[in-house]
């Protein structure tokens, strides 16, 4: 039940019950001093009707609170204090420089609760469970020098990828969440996926993340506004998002729960791929069924499984989306890779530093259109105080993530894709590094930014080595491309027309070496069916 038509629902179920929630909820809140500036509120019900209509895109109607309001906003919903930072430095003072009071999550009634978004790492209150999954992951990906070790898995699977849109080039979309898919599982749980169809691992993936992507937007269901509605029975008219959360948590329990009980029937018959799983039962043992310990290696694993398997995807899409758009930029990117490589291999991550208008094609990836453009909500765990206005505890801070990437204080012409921006040409300083805010904040930075950073690099620049990207032709003419977006956490590209083509024969060649370097192996696919 998304918020259409509140009052209709309100009126359903008691609107006697919901004042006085709302009035318990105001008389706990101590004022200290004037919330950030935002637009007046109803009685009771607040602001609830600035928040964003079904099917919007939040970060641009966030965006015009800018205009309005300043670079801090806020709006109260039924007394709950939402503060909107549209600028960067603000978040990064708040976020980053005070994340030990901004550093929680707010438990979102619809995503955490009810579908079971909050066993995820990225849905953790600030507690002693979230040091747990911190701790167990850091090994593995807190640094440059661990996530190294999947440097070679990472330039098969780009190179595999370069193969399946070769023979299949329309179908590029699912190639990338294939290729994302084929890395993380293999991190996470030691899983070869099924090579040529849809794996059943990385389609589950993508269903729950596109799920989570409706299903965590703030103010976007009536009963993160009202919690009591979660109790009204499921045959209650209105009551629709029950079943839809019953059947979303159903989804999600099997990303969490197929490839943790794969890895225990694999390594219990002794046959068995290392893996961050793996290594976690090899220290500990197997933990017992409803221990913590259990808790920790599960969803932890489902952690990197669901982070890993869509966030790049975005990015990877933008990116093809960016060179139909920009074939000047595809020309420089592929002159820079020919002049250093001469076409004789395809781009590895040594490679980077001699390559620095292909990074700056990555990091503008990231910036033209960022992978959560408003991020992840935070929630502050005491009173603030910014510039004289209030942020209460318990308020849900928004970080305009894309607003920060097309300030136009920071980016200049920041609708263009300029990977020019991030070098030193043209009398310009290099501007700001995307990635010191796209990949989130504080204590909350994402743990797999760097993992992350090196896919998109790699896919990218072997890409650009290989393929021609550019718009599809009919009856002689160029089909207009528009650059569109979904909305939800996290926002893909609309889908557009393109064509994809070898560069050359010797091009063709290079790609379809890969099987005979890397020949395929058999997928685990049947045995998740006995696990």
């Not at 001469?342 to 503008?364: C, F, I, N, Q």
Request: hydrophobic share 40%; charged share 20%; proline share 8%.
């Amino acid at each position: 039940m998304m918020i259409a038509s509140p009052l209709n629902v309100i009126l359903s179920v008691g609107i006697g019950a919901m004042v006085l929630y709302a009035m318990v909820l105001l008389a706990r809140r101590r004022v200290h001093g004037p919330l950030p500036p935002g637009p007046p509120g109803k009685p009771i019900l607040g602001n609830i009707y600035d928040l964003p209509p079904p099917g919007a895109q939040d970060w641009m109607h966030w965006l015009k609170f800018k205009d309005r309001y300043g670079q801090i906003s806020s709006i109260s919903v039924m007394g709950q204090t939402i503060v909107i930072l549209n600028h960067h430095q603000i978040a990064m003072e708040l976020l980053g420089k005070r994340s030990a009071i901004y550093s929680s999550r707010p438990n979102l009634v619809f995503a955490s609760q009810m579908v079971g978004w909050e066993h995820i790492l990225a849905m953790q209150t600030y507690s002693d469970r979230l040091r747990a999954y911190r701790k167990a992951m850091q090994p593995y990906l807190g640094s440059e020098t661990a996530v190294s070790q999947y440097n070679e898995l990472q330039e098969v699977e780009s190179h595999r990828f370069l193969l399946r849109v070769l023979k299949d080039p329309k179908n590029l979309i699912q190639h990338i969440s294939t290729e994302a898919g084929a890395v993380i599982l293999k991190i996470a749980y030691g899983y070869t996926i099924e090579p040529d169809k849809m794996d059943p691992l990385v389609h589950i993936a993508k269903m729950a993340l596109e799920q989570f992507s409706v299903a965590g937007t703030p103010g976007a269901w009536l009963v993160d506004v009202f919690p009591a509605l979660r109790y009204i029975p499921s045959w209650f008219p209105g009551a629709g998002f029950k079943r839809t959360a019953q059947v979303w948590k159903q989804n999600l329990q099997h990303v969490a729960d197929k490839p943790y009980a794969f890895v225990r029937q694999r390594m219990e018959s002794g046959n068995y791929d290392p893996s961050y799983l793996s290594n976690l039962f090899e220290a500990g043992g197997y933990p017992p069924n409803g221990t913590e310990e259990e808790m920790i290696a599960k969803w932890t694993a489902a952690s990197l499984y669901t982070g890993g398997a869509d966030t790049t995807v975005s990015s990877v899409q933008t990116f093809f989306l960016a060179m139909t758009l920009y074939p000047e930029v595809q020309r420089k990117a592929q002159e820079e890779i020919d002049r250093i490589l001469g076409g004789a291999r395809l781009p590895t991550v040594v490679d980077r530093a001699s390559l620095p208008y292909v990074d700056a094609v990555v990091k503008e990836t990231l910036r033209w259109h960022p992978v959560a453009p408003m991020g992840i909500p935070h929630m502050s765990v005491k009173d603030d105080m910014y510039e004289g206005h209030l942020i209460p505890e318990g308020s849900l801070v928004l970080a305009n993530i894309w607003a920060f990437a097309h300030d136009t204080e920071v980016y200049h012409e920041p609708m263009k894709f300029k990977p020019e921006r991030f070098l030193n040409v043209d009398g310009r300083e290099p501007e700001l590094d995307p990635r010191t805010f796209v990949f989130g904040f504080g204590r909350r930075i994402c743990p797999g930014r760097i993992l992350a950073d090196y896919a998109l690099y790699l896919i990218i620049s072997r890409s650009l080595a290989v393929f021609d990207v550019r718009k599809e032709v009919r009856n002689g003419h160029e089909v207009h491309v528009e650059p569109e977006f979904r909305p939800g956490v996290i926002s893909h590209p609309l889908s557009w027309e393109f064509n994809i083509k070898p560069r050359s024969a010797s091009c063709e060649a290079l790609i379809r070496s890969v099987e005979e370097t890397n020949p395929w192996r058999g997928s685990d696919a049947a045995a998740l069916d006995t696990s």
